[in-house]
């Protein structure tokens, strides 16, 4: 292996100038990445893959960067990590080694575009299509940036509104399980319970085994601040919610058999988690088990919280939010650490 440093094709700024300047987009993108040194640029200087920082080897020696000669035309292939100590440890590591491009079995351009759309929500078969990569493999690769989501989200210590602050609450059905075959979900009928604060927005959701207190009571003191104002259907098991072993909350309850708003009080209602639900259950198709289901409900949540574009501005620089995607991606695979 010889010492040698990547060529690159794009600079820092360059890399800037496509995930924060307006507009962002597959056109944009296209023009930008079109070849796997394209391809192999971004991924350095988003910090995918990191040559800055060398592993140090199990014998405790620094490693180097280094390139196969056999090698040398391809822009990333060949380059590792080398052990530069005593003649008895030539350790080596791939550079691509522990890092989301690890075993690609195609193009890096073609892993770049199967992020953006996932990103920007293409149907899987369409963006298979489009690429020209197998459907399978357009779905491993939306797979990965799911559980990227379902990572990040899952280490989240989510707790939501505040004194004065209003929480609606609800549970949902998702579906039956079908003929009770398969690696499916161990209870038969699958229920998601959650919430979202009006005014921060902030929410969380899960899969429950069922609706009874023993099963919400613990996620409600475990999920909502002290002094929420909560506010429910009239499903029995939310009646003891103002008692103080339940919480003391200040609790507001609709009729749904009767009115979608309280026809006293217009402000008691829950019409901002149902409209939650029915974006939510229109992402999650196809047959589902446990894990497919918590990874489309984590999916959901983190774009929630992390990929929101509300205004004209934050849709024209959709760049912003992809790139905190790319830091979470960063941080799920960081590369060689020293092993």
Not at 18 to 31: H, T
Not at 241 to 270: I, K
Request: charged share 25%.
């Amino acid at each position: 292996m010889s010492a040698v440093l990547p060529k690159l094709s794009l600079t820092a700024r360059d890399v800037f100038n496509l995930l924060e300047k307006s507009p962002f987009g597959f056109v944009q993108f296209g023009r930008v990445i079109q070849s796997d040194i394209d391809a192999f640029s971004l991924a350095i200087h988003s910090g995918l893959i990191d040559i800055n920082n060398a592993p140090r080897c199990v014998c405790g020696n620094i490693m180097r960067l280094r390139q196969r000669l056999d090698k040398s035309e391809n822009a990333y292939q060949g380059f590792g990590w080398q052990c530069h100590g005593s003649s008895r440890c030539r350790r080596t590591f791939s550079l691509p080694k522990v890092t989301f491009f690890e075993d690609v079995k195609f193009s890096w351009v073609k892993v770049w575009d199967l992020c953006l759309h996932w990103f920007l929500q293409t149907p899987v078969t369409v963006a298979a299509g489009q690429l020209g990569v197998s459907k399978d493999a357009a779905i491993d690769w939306y797979s990965f940036c799911r559980q990227i989501c379902y990572d990040t989200v899952s280490d989240l210590d989510i707790c939501i509104g505040g004194p004065g602050l209003h929480v609606e609450l609800d549970e949902s059905h998702i579906f039956k399980r079908k003929y009770n075959r398969g690696r499916q979900l161990a209870f038969q009928h699958v229920w998601i319970f959650g919430a979202i604060c009006r005014e921060s927005k902030e929410a969380f959701v899960q899969v429950v085994a069922d609706r009874t207190g023993a099963t919400l009571w613990p996620i409600i003191r475990r999920k909502v601040y002290p002094g929420t104002v909560i506010l429910t259907d009239s499903a029995r098991v939310y009646n003891s919610l103002h008692e103080a072993e339940r919480g003391g909350f200040e609790h507001y309850q609709v009729n749904h058999r009767r009115n979608f708003v309280h026809p006293d009080n217009p402000n008691v209602h829950t019409n901002t988690i149902e409209r939650q639900w029915g974006l939510l259950k229109g992402t999650i198709k196809g047959c589902m088990d446990e894990d497919r289901l918590e990874m489309y409900l984590g999916e959901f949540m983190y774009r929630r919280q992390f990929l929101m574009a509300n205004t004209n501005m934050e849709k024209r620089t959709l760049g912003k939010q992809f790139k905190v995607f790319l830091s979470d991606v960063r941080k799920a695979f960081p590369g060689v650490q020293g092993q």
